[in-house]
């Protein structure tokens, strides 16, 4: 019996600044090469040619519509498979028949045939009991197969939360310099701030300040979040983002990670977990948040370069046509944290969507969380695991104390 997924308002209101509910489409392909990849796999968005800015790289292509029986090989390690979602406005409900648009709305949802005409939305899909179980989508296309290990990653030290509650980001950002942890692990890294403010020094002794971002539209502060207080982020990470396409950082690695400041986050995991994953020429962004219609999560938020740049490319255009102050369904969540926006701005200019539920232990995704704290908004993951991040941990003693505990399984 198939679980319904978790609607919209089940989501904690705190977690829109770390993630929400949104869009998608699948389609299926095989990955010839990519034997990381042990079990099926499924993701995100439809590819969109005319980025012309971007320069193309090799490709191949994928097949699509493949038999039950070469599905058999992927569950045995022998393929490696994918299935992206296109924008998700497009896609259907797990109440509807999906043969036609060949997706569905909630992440970690697949359409799978019933009849030759009849098509449903599942998690999974039994051939006989439930149909025909044939996996329905269409074709991407994928940069050259090698690994991808360089990490640009990036935090945002918000000393002006707008919350009742001191912001412990500056703390927390401190401690993890201090013991070269975190995003100071990655290839290239920045600390971007509402202020300037010293973080100590890195390795080489050099001191890290932090880049800070001015609100020169006036959105840092138009409106908070009615549980936690807290400023609604997506202003102030429009300036973030416009100031890492300024600086052009990032165009040295292959991919762009955003870690909240209160993420035990551990860059070599990530490294061995995203190698392999399908980079298409269209840009790949990772879902990390199964069962509500919105996957991206922003505890740890991964994208390939090319999705990054495209966001980059096209971030005035989704800030005067996304209607991010308002929010989705008419205003009735509030207005969208920056990761919500993000994730739309992508799909709307073809970035594709790569399931990857397991980069993330996340408190604020109730498909993380036990059964019996579905609805405990403030539940914890424990640190006995060896997920690419964990998360929140806001206090700088229980942060650190569940670095040292995640670390011993390696």
Partial sequence: MQQDPVSY????????????????????????????????????????????????????????????????AVESGQWAWQIVDKERDMCSSTKENCASSKCCKVAGYHCFSKTATEAKCMKTCKPGKDGECKPLGSGIVLEASKPARSLYCFSVCTINSGSPKPSTEKALLTGQLARKVSIFQCDGYDVFSDEKVSLGTDAQGKEVITTQVKDVDNEFHFAKRKTSGAWVNTGTFIQVWKAIDKSQKYQNYEWVVK?????????????????????????SMLQNCRYVDYGFFGSLEVYSHMAFSIILANLETCRATIAWKKGIKNGKYGPMGEDLFAEI???????????????????????????????????????????????????PAAYFKCLEQTMKFQ
């Fill in 9 to 72: 308002a089940e989501v904690d209101e705190a977690s829109f600044e770390i993630g929400d509910v949104r869009p998608a489409r699948p389609s299926v392909r095989k990955i010839v090469g990519a034997g990381v990849l042990s079990s099926l796999l499924f993701a995100g968005a439809g590819f969109a040619a005319g980025h012309g800015v971007f320069h193309k790289p090799s490709v191949t292509e994928i097949s699509s519509q493949d038999s039950m029986q070469e599905l058999a």
């Fill in 345 to 395: 701005c992508a799909a709307k200019n073809g970035v594709d969507k790569i399931e990857a539920f397991d980069i993330s232990s996340d408190g604020a995704c109730p498909a993380d969380r036990p059964k019996d704290q579905r609805k405990n908004k403030k539940w914890q993951p424990d640190c006995n695991r060896n997920t690419p991040a964990i998360h929140p941990f806001k206090k």
């Fill in 259 to 283: 870690v909240d400041a209160d993420a035990v986050f551990v860059a070599d995991r990530l490294r061995d977990r995203i190698q392999w994953m399908p980079r298409t020429v269209g840009g």
